[in-house]
């Protein structure tokens, strides 16, 4: 499971951040497939720390993709198992003061 979400972020990230003409000695590489991947990777079972990764790995790549709703249900997910995370914490402050407006 680590290597498929290890898979997943490569993809994406050669997607989104490698220059065009590098891109094909690691693989090509596909943004969408990539969170596929690791979304899937958060449904299966796993040890938890190995879910805990792919969790973290998820909402990463939804906030740089910026399905800011589904990165909210995932960063809450993550903090009632993780709360003394500060970055969650933040994450989650931020979205609730523009919520509110």
């Known amino acids: 499971m680590r290597a498929r979400v290890a898979r997943g972020l490569i993809d ?3 997607d ?3 220059p065009r003409g590098v891109r094909w000695l690691l693989g090509g590489g596909n943004r969408k497939r990539g969170l596929q991947v690791v979304r899937d990777a958060t449904l299966a079972e796993a040890p938890p720390y190995v879910q805990a990764e792919a969790m973290f790995a ?3 790549l939804q906030v740089r993709e910026r399905h800011l709703a589904d990165a909210v249900v995932t960063a809450r997910t993550l903090a009632r198992d993780f709360p003394a995370n500060r970055e969650l914490a933040k994450f989650l402050s931020a979205h609730d003061l523009r919520s509110s407006r």
């Open 16 to 18: 989104t951040r490698v």
């Open 58 to 60: 998820l909402w990463d």
């Open 12 to 14: 994406y990230i050669v």
